[in-house]
Nanobody, 123 residues
Framework: QVQLVESGGGLVQAGGSLRLSCAAS????????MGWFRQAPGKEREFVVGISWSGGNTYYADSVKGRFTISRDNAKDTAFLQMNSLKPEDTAVYSC????????????????WGQGTQVTVSS
């Protein structure tokens, strides 16, 4: 079992930045790829970005490419999502997820999820 806890959400004006964290506990963090997903009210869960277990490979949704950056610190069992140039359409609950070895852009492929953190971007 891997337990995930997100933090860092909040309210920010358009153009601002936030940094989300996803702290893992339980089984070793190193062997797990991480993904960030988001879900806005009335919309389906959306893939944001994924990172391989080593951190060497990443994959971004087109909607966030160039604005968001994912990273991980395996020594601290934590993944990060740096979000810059935020837009009102980025408003959603952001959740991190884990799966063995390789990332996926499909939420159904992830076995472990955090509780989510709210990000609200005002115009």
């Amino acid at each position: 079992q891997v337990q995930l806890v997100e933090s860092g959400g909040g309210l920010v004006q358009a153009g601002g930045s936030l940094r989300l964290s996803c702290a893992a506990s339980g089984r070793t963090f190193v062997g797990y790829a991480m993904g960030w997903f988001r879900q806005a009210p009335g919309k389906e869960r959306e893939f944001v970005v994924g990172i391989s277990w080593s951190g060497g490979n990443t994959y971004y949704a087109d909607s966030v490419k160039g604005r968001f950056t994912i990273s991980r610190d395996n020594a601290k069992d934590t993944a990060f999502l740096q979000m810059n140039s935020l837009k009102p359409e980025d408003t959603a609950v952001y959740s991190c997820a884990a799966r063995p070895l390789t990332y996926s852009n499909r939420w159904v492929d992830y076995a472990y999820w955090g509780q989510g953190t709210q990000v609200t971007v005002s115009s």
